[in-house]
């Protein structure tokens, strides 16, 4: 299949990567929607054992599209529908359902909806050890959608990098748990093959086995229900002054002059 903002490589290891390098990989609605066919094209193939998540060019992704042509704020039960509907088939809730492994490969900026990505619905992660990892997004636009901050860093931290929105590196992400592991950028892509060729190597019916075990304690734990409170409440500070005016600004001046104007306080 082609696609037009991601590339797809097949094999024993597939690899999906995220490709609007100009764009810094910002998301769209026409990558959320090749991620999740490309999962899917993954999860399908018998040949594939491991899916690796990466980005093209300077960073991994620098979030959600928020420039012209972006994302655009709907009334409330409308945004909340959709909210809803982003949920149910979301590239995230799609690969912590698929029973194949996914490795995210962290490098550069790793930000808003990417950490939808990264943020522990993904297997493993794996970053460079100078990746600026963080939740800019929290500071303006929207709250914690899917991430598992909570589960892997504690109220605290997930409070402390919501409120202020400031970035850590992948260091400190793998010292407080949020990545498995950080290394050198040089060696990141040795590291994310070494790990995918072991994992590849063993029995694919006992890794989905295990994966959905894993899984399980967080789905019994409440997974499903944080996620459905997190959706609304996202839908609700969309509607939210600030971001109004910030969504606005976006469209206007670009999304570099809103999170400028976020980040400057309030």
Known sequence: MDYETITYESGRIARITLNRPDRLNAVNKTMIDEIVSAFKEAENDPEVRVI?????????????????????????????????????????????????????????????????????????????????????????????ALHLWPYLIGPQRSKMLMFTGEFISGKEAERIGLVLKATAPEQLDEEVNALAEKIASGPPEL?????????????EMGLWGVIASFRDLDAIAHLSKVATELFELAQEKGAKAAVQRMMSGF
């Open 52 to 144: 690796v998540l990466k980005g093209a060019g300077r960073c991994f992704s620098a979030g959600y599209d928020l420039g012209p042509g972006g994302y655009k704020v709907e009334p409330i039960v409308q945004e909340w529908k959709a909210m809803r509907d982003i949920s149910l088939d979301h590239p995230a809730t799609v690969m912590w359902k698929l029973m194949k492994p996914v490795i995210a490969q962290v490098h550069g900026y790793c930000t808003g909806f990417a950490l939808d990505l990264v943020g522990g619905m993904c297997d493993i992660t794996i970053a460079a050890e100078d990746a600026k990892i963080g939740q800019q997004e929290g500071r303006g636009f929207g709250t914690l």
């Open 207 to 219: 890794i989905a086995i295990h994966k959905a075990q894993i899984n399980r304690f967080y789905e």
